[in-house]
T-cell receptor, first 114, second 113 residues
Framework: DAKTTQPTSMDCAEGRAANLPCNHS???????VYWYRQIHSQGPQYIIH???NNETNEMASLIITEDRKSSTLILPHATLRDTAVYYC???????????????FGAGTTVTVRA | EAGVAQSPRYKIIEKRQSVAFWCNPI?????LYWYQQILGQGPKLLIQ????????DSQLPKDRFSAERLKGVDSTLKIQPAKLEDSAVYLC???????????FGEGSRLTVL
């Protein structure tokens, strides 16, 4: 699986958009980008994933560059409850396979401040 | 919908003792994972089951760790004998396997003294 690079930590203001970058310059054409987050003392929580098009759901938006070498997770209106470690993961989703194991790095520790 | 259930939430043992963790996945989820998360690190996959068969156990320290998933539902992870470096949170996750969206339990925190 391609490796990802994320900043170790970042702060953002409550009510503002939080933009979390992720570099995955060695990503292959059949690898998806997944984002998970882990709030303190809880298990990781799925946020969003995409292949090449931008994606949006009720939690966040995912912007993937045209060359797919980097992506940005956007939390549109950060709240204090968004304080967590955010993991960017790339993973092959093999057709006809149920093998979706994910390899987590250290992630970005995001602190939302009032 | 009930989430992934794990027990116990906390366990303290001495080194060389044994411990077992239990996981009940979301109903209907065929794929089950055990991850180990050491403090300050991201989760590391130990083993993945598809129904009651093992898909990947390449990172499981088989001299001391074992896991089973009888009848393709509940799973148990056992450590025997435990070492100090096994102190970690053990996370169980399940998925339908169709979207790559994993659902995690709250984890079992193990402290080995």
């Amino acid at each position: 699986d391609a490796k990802t690079t994320q900043p170790t930590s970042m702060d953002c203001a409550e009510g503002r958009a939080a933009n979390l970058p992720c570099n995955h310059s060695t990503i292959s054409g059949n690898e998806y980008v997944y984002w998970y987050r882990q709030i303190h003392s809880q298990g990781p929580q799925y946020i969003i994933h995409g292949l090449k098009n931008n994606e949006t759901n009720e939690m966040a938006s995912l912007i993937i560059t045209e060359d797919r070498k980097s992506s940005t997770l956007i939390l549109p209106h950060a709240t204090l409850r968004d304080t967590a470690v955010y993991y960017c993961i790339v993973r092959v989703a093999e057709m006809g396979s149920n093998d979706y194991k994910l390899s987590f790095g250290a992630g970005t520790t995001v602190t939302v401040r009032a | 919908e009930a989430g992934v259930a794990q027990s116990p939430r906390y366990k303290i043992i001495e080194k060389r003792q044994s411990v077992a963790f239990w996981c009940n996945p979301i109903s209907g989820h065929a794929t089950l994972y055990w991850y180990q998360q050491i403090l300050g690190q991201g989760p590391k996959l130990l083993i993945q089951f598809q129904n009651n068969g093992v898909v990947d156990d390449s990172q499981l320290p088989k001299d001391r760790f074992s896991a089973e998933r009888l009848k393709g539902v509940d799973s148990t992870l056992k450590i025997q004998p435990a070492k100090l470096e096994d102190s970690a949170v053990y996370l169980c996750a399940s998925s339908l396997g169709l979207t790559g969206e994993l659902f995690f339990g709250e984890g079992s925190r193990l402290t080995v003294l």
